[in-house]
Structure formats: C-alpha cells, structure tokens
C-alpha cells in the first residue's frame, strides 16, 4: 500500500520554488499549499492557481498535472486527481471595460483631501468575483492588517476614513462625475 502522505509531501516538495508566494512579488503568479488533509491511505491537497494574466493559469495548472504525473511514477500504484476550479480572476481586466470605478474612487479621495495609492495585490477578493460577473469592484482599503493570518488586526480609525470614502464615492457615483 502506498503512504498516501509521503506521496503528498512528495508533490508539494516538487512543486517549482520559485513559484510559491514567499519566493515572488508584484505581478508575479505563484502555486500556493494551502490546505492538507488526511492520513495513510488518502490526502486532500489544496492548492491556489494566481496569476495577474488569466492565459497563465493554464501553465500552472500544467506544471501543477506533470508533478502529479511525475509523483505517480514514483510511487507506484498511487493515484492522484488533480481538479483545476476557477476562482478568481485579475479584476484589472474587467476594471478597463468600467474605467469610472477606480477613477471615482480616486475622486471620492481627493475630495477628502487624502492620498489615494494604485496598488496590487495578490489574492483573490469577493471585488475580483462582482468584477468578473459585470459589476465592476475594486478594492478599497478598509483598516485590515495581515488578512487571513493569525497576526490579522484592524485599525478603528483606518475603518472610519474607510466609511468617510464610501460616503463620498457615492456622492461621486450620484453625480456622475
């Protein structure tokens, strides 16, 4: 019988290095371990796809199917399944078919006299899925610190300028400037 956990820890060893989330940055796309489940006879591996350019996705689901392959022949009569499930996608291309959402948001903070930062980041959102379904949905900063990590925190006053914000980009939204 094979060890269905060595066999995990086989394909997570092989997975690229220079693809996890910790050795890149930026625009960088990645394959991401991030959940394991089970014992001896049956592992759940699960493992996010990122990439800032959806035809990239594929390539890593390729390189996540030839590991899997490669894990299979060493461990003779393992079987692995690999589903691909689409997630999130690069909210930046949906954002350019509604340049006003972010052009707004920008309105809304120099009306409040306050700097407003372009930035990426490398997660998915629930903006990302409104993006992707025509309601186009950029992310606007809301106090959190370290989201979904054991060090995650928010600041009352980063979450009050945040309501500040959407107070006034609806004000930008209504007049329609």
Known sequence: MVNALRAAAALINRLPSGMSPETTAGRDGFLHPYSIEGGVAAVRIKILLRDFVTAELAKKADTLLNVAREVMVEFSGCQIE???????????????????AVAYAQEAFRRLKRDCRL????????????????LPTPNLSTGEHNPHSPLEWTCLEEMTAAVEHLVELVQVWAEGT
């Open 82 to 100: 690999v589903q691909v499930t689409k997630q999130y996608r690069n909210m930046g291309e949906g954002l350019t078919k509604e340049p006003r």
């Open 119 to 134: 930035t990426i980041i490398r997660g998915g959102t629930d903006g990302s899925q409104l993006t992707e379904r025509g």
